[in-house]
């Protein structure tokens, strides 16, 4: 290990220390599924009926008794059941139902066969196929079962979710109350787009990233804008972050350059668990705690800014908000090409990976600079590079974890 990084956190002692002493939130809300998207379930989801919630058929044919199931003579037809019009008669001996899909298996019915399973007398029906009992009937409860959880608490509804709880007549559920983060980023050289650049300033990617990706993981952002490098101005920010916010979010100042304040007003206001990590990108990243709050300083460079609030911002979120979910989906994929790597930090490469042949390969993006936002867009996920680890083969296995939703999706 090189000697400069020795010093240096590694990453997965900040991950347990982020998420260390953290409480989840527990006010909770009461929500209309429609409005329950990306929100974190506050209870168990108990469904209140049986799905199906009655015996139905499977297809369009007809439903008959278990005596006539290998009847070799004409059916005759009682009555017809459609999906909502059951058959309502009693099923006289020796006679069939027709039946449409989803309509309710008649009364001492013990199999449904497909109407092309069958010939069409003016009679009735004659079977021309074995017919099997309970064959293409949808049994009640075999989906769901009245009183079953369905959805635990602590999980985020997803689109795949929801129309499941439609489908079980809830409407009303409890959700986490969202997490408060407010954010805000430091640097006088900063502007945001829409103003044009004077000599020596750039526009601010971190906040307008940052914010995204919050609102995409169901918290309630509150966006305090651009700080400057002054060590008033960040202490004001400090103040009034904290007094609104569960966790704070600051990006930029971190390092130790002349005009990085946020670590000494935060020492002034809070205190720091740790704030140098042996990660790249991300190599200054502040922790702590205000007097109400928790504290995240990331790194100024947007791309060490992204992938700290992915590799240890996102974790302590999903804690805060409750979620027992493992953050990351990691896979084995085979370099196509080498990677340069000095051993001393754990790396988070931009990469792009894709199927060929039953296996995952992946290399990585040619930008790599930490300023260079544009990788984002021309990869897929991270290649993560174990700290210890130096220059990397084609063909080589590496580790990759295909981008957080919150990041690659729309
Ligand atoms: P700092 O961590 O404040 O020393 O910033 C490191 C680098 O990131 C500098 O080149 C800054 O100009 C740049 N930077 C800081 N904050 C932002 C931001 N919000 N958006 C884009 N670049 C930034
Ligand atoms: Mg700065």
């Known amino acids: ?244 916010a569960d966790l704070v979010i600051s990006t930029g100042g971190v390092s130790v350059g002349a005009a990085d304040y946020t670590r000494d007003v935060l020492l002034a206001c809070g205190e720091i668990t740790f704030w140098k990590l042996a990660m790249k990108p991300g190599k200054p990243f502040a922790f702590g705690r205000l007097r109400e709050s928790l504290f995240c300083g990331l790194p100024g460079n947007p791309v060490s800014a992204v992938v700290t609030f992915c590799q240890l911002v996102y974790p302590l979120i999903l804690r805060l908000q409750g979620i027992t979910a493992a953050p990351f989906t990691s896979f084995s994929a085979i370099l196509t090409a080498p990677i340069i790597k000095q051993p001393g930090r754990t790396e988070f490469q931009r990469g792009y990976f894709s199927s060929q042949h039953g296996e995952l390969h992946v290399r990585a993006d040619d930008k790599q600079g930490s300023h260079m936002f544009s990788t984002f867009t021309h990869a897929n996920c991270f290649i993560c590079l174990p700290r210890e680890s130096g220059s990397l083969a084609q063909g080589d296995s590496v580790t990759i974890q295909p981008f957080p939703d919150f990041l690659d999706g729309a």
């Not at 309970?134 to 602590?154: F, H, M, S, Y």
């Not at 640097?187 to 750039?202: F, K, N, R, Y």
Request: charged share 20%; with cysteine.
């Open 1 to 244: 290990m090189e000697p400069f990084t020795a010093g240096l956190l590694s990453i997965e002692d900040a991950q347990a220390l982020l998420l260390r002493d953290i409480s989840p939130i527990t006010d909770s809300q009461t929500l209309n599924i429609n409005d329950a998207l990306g929100w974190v379930t506050a209870e168990p989801i108990v469904s209140p009926i049986n799905v199906p919630s009655f015996d139905n058929s499977a297809m369009d044919g007809y439903a008959l008794r278990l005596a006539d199931i290998n009847a070799k003579h004409t059916l005759p037809i009682a009555g017809q059941a459609f999906a909502g019009k059951p058959y309502s008669g009693s099923l006289p001996d020796g006679h069939v139902v027709q039946i449409m899909t989803g309509a309710p298996v008649p009364e001492g019915c013990a199999a449904v066969v497909m109407q092309e399973q069958t010939e069409r007398t003016a009679q009735g029906i004659q079977l021309t196929t074995d017919v099997v009992t309970g064959q293409n009937i949808r049994r009640i409860g075999e989906d769901v079962r009245q009183g079953q959880v369905v959805l635990e608490a602590g999980v985020r509804l997803k689109i795949k979710d929801l129309p499941l709880l439609a489908s079980l007549g809830i409407q009303q559920i409890k959700v986490i109350r969202p997490l408060r983060v407010a954010i805000f980023s430091t640097g006088d050289e900063l502007v945001s787009s829409g103003t044009p650049l004077s000599a020596g300033q750039i526009y601010d990617t971190n906040r307008f990233a940052i914010a995204l990706m919050l609102q995409r993981l169901g918290c309630s952002v509150i966006n305090l804008g651009i700080i400057p490098d002054d060590n008033m101005a960040l202490t004001d920010a400090f103040l009034r972050a904290d007094q609104q």
